[in-house]
């Protein structure tokens, strides 16, 4: 499975952008999707996960009440609305086997998207 990231871009703080994530290869209906962030400087960390039927969903507390990740048949998403300057960060999605849901194992990590808020 190859992912694609796609939707980021300089937004100004309190600004929203929606991430895509994309699938080629194979579908990745059956797999669970996280997305993950990166700042300079600091350690990769979770942002959100959807379990491969949509229904199950968990994020990070600094997305809580923010972030929205959601899927249909090809395509997972998250919304981000009231981004902050600290949301700055290349995002990436992952894919895993979510039968040991909530953990996720990520077998599959797509390029990354670069979000950009300015104060």
């Known amino acids: 499975v190859q992912l694609q990231a796609s939707g980021g871009g300089l937004v100004q703080a309190g600004g929203s952008l929606r991430l895509s994530c994309g699938a080629s290869g194979r579908t990745f209906s059956s797999y669970a999707v996280g997305w993950f962030r990166q700042a300079p400087g600091k350690e990769r960390e979770f942002v959100a996960v959807?379990?491969?039927?949509?229904?199950s969903t968990g994020y990070a507390n600094s997305a809580k009440g923010r972030f929205t990740i959601s899927r249909d048949s090809v395509t997972v998403y998250l919304q981000m609305n009231s981004l902050k300057p600290e949301d700055t960060a290349v995002y990436y999605c992952?894919?895993?086997?979510?039968?040991?849901?909530?953990?996720?194992?990520?077998?599959?990590w797509g390029q990354g998207t670069l979000v950009t808020v300015s104060s």
């Open positions: 959807i379990n491969w039927s949509g229904r």
């Open positions: 992952a894919a895993g086997d979510s039968r040991s849901w909530p953990k996720v194992g990520y077998d599959y």
